[in-house]
Each structure stands twice: as C-alpha cells, then as structure tokens.
C-alpha cells in the first residue's frame, strides 16, 4: 500500500506545481480571461466552442454559460502545452496520426492530447483549487457585464 500512496502524493505534487504555474500565468496578466458569447459568434465553427485560446493577445476566451473551471484547465492546456505538442504531432510517424481525420491532423492529434491533459488534470483538482480558478472567470464576468 505504502509505494501507492507515495505514488500519489507525487502526482499531487505535480498538480500543484502546474496549477502553481497556471496561477501565476493568471495573476500576473501573462494571460487573461474574457467572456464571449460564443452563440453569437458569426463563424460556424465558433459557435460550437466552449473556449479558444489567442496566443497573438494571450487571451483565453470563455463561453458565457458553458466556461467553467474545467474549460479553463483544457485551455491552459494549450497555453502549457501547445508548442510542444505541435512539435511532437510533426515529428510523429505518419502511419500513428492515420486514424485522423481530415486535413487538420496535426491540431486534431494535440486536441486529443489536450482533452487527456483536461480529463487527468480537471479531476484532480482540489475544490479549493477550483475555487481559485472560478475567481478568475468571475472577475472575467465583471468586466464582461461592465462592457454590456
Ligand atoms: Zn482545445
């Protein structure tokens, strides 16, 4: 039993050092959180969407109804991880990227790398440390109601 538990508290340690990182991407205005009626999107596509991430303005964009602390977490996601696993994606043997459809391959394999990073990582989070990111979309939603 004893090397599980080890085992665990080293994965919480990892959680907490990237929730860690994720804070002060937030805090320090590295990246910030706005509110978008994605409904009323005019792109198709963008309709669909529950959150984007802007690298050329560092801006995460959260859906007004659906933009919750997990949606948060798969978009740092990108944030965290988006070069690296474009890299990676490119480098990978083109027969192991096959399953995937359309031209879009590579940002479809991340994608699928990304919601893995969201499932492990939303899941495991305290409800303190949810609370923490719920903050960060509650300020969002004061500026957003402020600029209605
Ligand atoms: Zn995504």
């Known amino acids: ?45 963008e309709k669909a969407l529950l959150g984007m991430t802007d690298p050329d ?15 948060l ?3 740092m996601g990108h944030v965290i991880f988006g070069d690296l696993l474009d890299e990676e994606a490119r480098n990978k043997p083109r027969n192991l990227l096959k399953g995937l ?22 899941e495991s989070l305290s409800a303190e440390q949810r609370k923490i990111l719920q903050f960060f979309i509650d300020e969002a939603m004061i500026e957003y109601e402020k600029g209605r």
């Open 101 to 122: 459809r359309g031209s879009k391959k590579f940002e479809r394999w991340s994608e699928l790398r990304i919601l893995e990073w969201e499932k492990c990582f939303a």
């Open 57 to 71: 303005t560092n801006t995460i964009l959260l859906d007004l109804k659906y933009g919750t602390p997990r949606i």
């Open 73 to 75: 977490v798969h978009e």
């Open 1 to 45: 039993m004893a090397p599980i538990m080890g085992g665990l508290k080293n994965l919480y340690n990892i959680r907490d050092w990237w929730f860690d990182r994720i804070v002060s991407y937030l805090m320090f205005g590295e990246w910030k959180v706005v509110i978008k009626n994605f409904k009323e999107s005019k792109s198709k596509r």
